[in-house]
Structure formats: structure tokens, C-alpha cells
DNA sequence: ATGACGATTTACT
DNA sequence: GTAAATCGTCATA
């Protein structure tokens, strides 16, 4: 499948986060192994004027680098003492807008994920649906972290995305974000997308 | 130097 | 449904 190019994110958040929807995730591990998942929920976070994004009032650290960037990077972050969540910038540079990658239906490499994500807890068998319905479960599944916070998801070997087959936007649902009940009118905002009916999403 | 806080997940009552 | 886990990051001093 071919490669989404730089022009596929060179766009307003929203009509990203849409977008994505059916696309397929790529992580090439260091060993070569390949592992891939369908997009199957995102989350639009919309820069400055959006009080649940981490770019919130022009705030712009160390952390959140990558928000500022070009589009077709990744944003990666570490939250909660425990947890990494992938981001997909869009617009920029100077635009600091991005979309949560919050699920993916398991394409390439479930044993592998699965391996992941019994890190801990005890050595009972995932169902496929727990593997990536989450931020937090896909990027450990797929070994998501730091490492590779801004990677160039167009020119890179490690992250990338490769075109899938594409989402009717009847088959869209569309719903207020997780988790950012501290963002006042920003909490309520319908930002959430996900494919419906998938088994997969969070 | 210190303190409060998460774009979450998991286990347990 | 509620709570613990767990620590980098950032704002305040």
C-alpha cells in the first residue's frame, strides 16, 4: 500500500482527524518486524484557542515541540507517570494543531502486540479487541514512546502511515473528546470520531 | 527546590 | 463505580 504523502496532512484538525479514519498505521521495530493497525478513533485538538490541547494559550515547552512543527510528524507524550499517547500534527508550522490516535483495529503483527501488552499484569491471552482500544494500549502495543516524539511520518522507516481503504462519512460518529472534562465549553466540543459500530474502539 | 497535575489503564469493592 | 499506579513536566517561589 502506498505511503500517505505530506499533502494528506496539510489540513484544518478536524477534516485530519476524519481522514484518518480507515488509514493504516505502520511501526517498523528495530529487529525489521512490522506491525500495523486500521484507524478506527481519533480526537482533534485544536491548538491555541482549545483549552484541552497541550498548546493552550500559545503554551509551547520542551514537551509539546512537536505541536509546532510541520504537518505529517508525530507528537508523542508521556502522561500519568505510565502511559505514552501518538498524536499526528496537522497544518503548521506555527499552527500547533494535532489528532490523538485513540484506537486502531490490529492489522499486522497481533502476536507481537500481544507480547507488548502482557507486560504486565497476569499471562492471560488479550482478546484482539484489547490490543489498541486505547492511546495509551496502541502505543504500547506498537512500542510507541519518546524516542520517537517528531518523527517524519512521511521520510521516516520506524512510523508511518500507509493509505487504507476509505470511511463513508455516514459510517462516522462523531461524539465529545475523552478525558478533558477540565476544559470547560472545550469538553463538550463533538471532536471525538470514531468508525461505527467498530469492536475496537475504546 | 517544590508541588500539583494529568488527552489512561487496570484492578478491586 | 471507585481508586491506585507512578513520574515527567511545568508553574511558582
Redesign the pocket.
Known amino acids: 500500500m502506498p505511503r500517505l504523502s505530506r499533502r494528506f496532512y496539510l489540513r484544518d484538525p478536524v477534516t485530519l482527524a476524519r481522514a484518518l479514519l480507515g488509514q493504516a498505521l505502520v511501526r517498523v521495530l528495530d529487529d525489521g518486524t512490522r506491525l500495523a493497525g486500521r484507524i478506527v478513533e481519533t ?1 482533534a ?1 485544536l491548538g491555541e484557542i482549545d483549552r ?4 493552550y494559550g500559545g ?1 509551547r ?4 515541540a512537536a ?1 509546532w512543527g510541520p504537518a505529517g510528524h508525530a ?1 508523542v507524550y ?6 505514552h ?1 501518538m ?1 499526528v500534527v496537522a497544518e503548521g508550522p506555527g499552527k500547533p494543531t ?1 489528532v ?1 490516535i485513540r484506537a486502531l483495529e490490529p492489522l499486522e503483527g497481533l502476536a507481537r502486540m500481544r507480547a507488548h ?1 502482557a507486560g ?3 499471562a492471560r491471552r488479550l482478546r484482539d479487541t ?1 490490543l489498541c482500544s ?4 496502541l502505543a504500547q502495543a506498537l512500542q510507541l514512546d ?1 524516542g520517537l516524539d517528531g518523527a517524519d511520518l512521511v521520510a521516516g522507516d520506524a512510523l508511518f502511515l500507509e493509505r487504507g481503504a476509505r470511511v463513508a462519512p455516514g459510517r462516522i460518529v462523531v461524539t465529545p ?4 472534562a ?1 476544559a470547560g465549553e472545550w469538553a463538550d466540543k463533538p471532536l471525538r470520531f470514531c468508525i461505527g459500530g467498530n469492536p475496537h474502539v ?1
Do not use: Q
Request: one cysteine or more; hydrophobic letters at 30%.
Open positions: 480526537e485538538y484541552a490541547a497541550h498548546s503554551r515547552t520542551a514537551r509539546n505541536m507528537y508521556f502522561i500519568y507517570g505510565l502511559h499517547c498524536n494535532a490523538l501488552r504486565r499484569g497476569p484489547d486505547g492511546p495509551a494500549k519518546r473528546r475523552i478525558g478533558v477540565y475504546s
